[in-house]
């Protein structure tokens, strides 16, 4: 297996979820066993530097790469998840996407004050999830040292807009 191979599984689907987006679909990578192990075997080498408690991943794919990445790592794992998902009391933070507004959900007591938190997620587009994501984690009194990604979408900004935010912590892209 290489980095090539394991690319070629994620496919395109023009259009969707809205005319004028092409979806990454990373279902094909995830159904190939050695595919799957080999991004995230490949993404924990590229972290091992960093000084990570716990790893966050973004919904919903996002929690797919975290959770095998946090394991990998032998890390604790938290969900950061769409409105209304989660069972306890929450933090939230809206945010803009490329075709739309969401907003983003953490249970408030899963993190200790301090923590120094890893946020994973699949795609990096425009940013907007990512720094949702990570002004949770600020919310929470803790420290984002790091966003990872499978890949980023060229041409929309995502690193620089994550940097303009005031997040300046390793940012690994894979692909």
Do not use: C, W
């Amino acid at each position: 297996m290489n980095l090539e191979i394991a690319k070629s599984r994620i496919l395109d689907v023009v259009d969707y979820p809205k005319t004028g987006i092409t979806f990454k679909d990373i279902t094909p990578l995830l159904a190939d066993a050695a595919a799957f192990n080999y991004v995230i075997t490949a993404l924990a080498k590229k972290l091992t530097k960093l000084d990570i408690d716990v790893v966050a991943g973004v919904e919903a794919r996002g929690f797919i790469i975290g959770a095998a990445l946090a394991n990998q790592l032998q890390k604790g794992f938290i969900p950061i998840r769409k409105p209304g998902k989660l069972p306890r009391k929450t933090i939230r933070r809206e945010y803009q996407l490329e075709y739309g507004t969401d907003a983003l959900e953490v249970h408030d007591d899963l993190l200790a004050k301090n923590s120094k938190v890893l946020i994973v997620d699949d795609v990096l587009a425009t940013g907007g999830t990512a720094i949702a994501a990570g002004q949770l984690i600020l919310d929470l009194e803790s420290e984002v040292v790091g966003f990872a990604f499978l890949f980023a979408i060229e041409g929309l900004a995502g690193p620089d807009r994550i940097k303009a935010a005031g997040f300046a912590p390793a940012l690994e892209i894979l692909f």
